[in-house]
């Protein structure tokens, strides 16, 4: 069982390139949500899904873009990269109906020069 | 919405000592309160969780209080070893919401 796989693990982009982090889970749960770890400051929530179809922002969703066509993938979109957002970012997942537990992916380290 | 505050930042204790973290939260609405372990490269895991209607809950070496009230809740873990050491964070929500607001996290070092 994979649980939540992120890819890629590791990432340098420049400046006002764009790129897609993707999330994919195998566990068929119904909720996904992409969170940024900065130092000192947690995790903060940037989009999440309740389900197929329906995406909804977070905390910090400026800068990212979601789609949700599948219960299985949950991709996160930078338009066009900013030092800002260099992070590490966690996907995770829920199964609807529990009491809330989350299941984090391993995290995507992300520079932007 | 949520603010959940988390104290403190870093903690270091011999190995058998016991660590507290405290946290508080903001929306008296929430009911569902979860710690996670991150361990270094890895995601959060997590490790114990309370609900709202009840006021403590223990598994083994770790327990967790909540205090409604007050919206304090604590992360208690007795007879620390070294593999306890690694960042700990609470978080607030609603049951079944797939989302949680979280603290800023403590760095756990446990020294042997």
């Known amino acids: 069982n994979a649980g939540v796989t992120q890819t890629p693990k590791f990432q340098v982009l420049k400046t006002g390139q764009s790129m897609t982090l993707q999330c994919a889970q195998d566990?068929?749960?119904?909720?996904m949500s992409w969170y940024r770890q900065d130092p000192g400051m947690g995790l903060r929530l940037i989009h999440y899904?309740?389900?197929?179809?329906?995406?909804d922002q977070g905390e910090v969703p400026n800068g990212y873009n979601v789609s949700r066509s599948t219960t299985e993938d949950f991709p996160l979109r930078l338009l066009s990269a900013a030092p800002s957002q260099t992070s590490v970012y966690f996907c995770a997942s829920s199964p609807y109906g529990s009491t809330g537990e989350l299941f984090f992916g391993e995290g995507s380290r992300l520079t932007v020069l | 919405g949520e603010n959940v505050e988390q104290h403190p930042s870093t903690l270091s204790v011999q190995e058998g000592d016991s660590a507290v973290i405290k946290c508080t939260y903001s929306?008296?609405?929430?009911?569902?309160f979860p710690w996670y372990k991150q361990e270094l490269g890895k995601g959060p895991q997590l490790i114990i969780d309370i609900r709202s209607n009840v006021g403590e809950k223990k598994d083994q070496r770790i327990a967790v209080t909540l205090n409604k009230t007050a919206k304090h809740f604590s992360l208690h873990i007795t007879e620390t070893q070294p593999e306890d050491s690694a960042v700990y964070f609470c978080a607030a929500s609603f049951t079944n919401a797939g989302k949680s607001t979280f603290g800023d996290g403590t760095t756990l070092t446990v020294k042997p």
């Open positions: 566990m068929n749960h119904e909720y």
């Open positions: 929306d008296s609405a929430s009911n569902y």
């Open positions: 899904s309740v389900g197929a179809g329906i995406t």
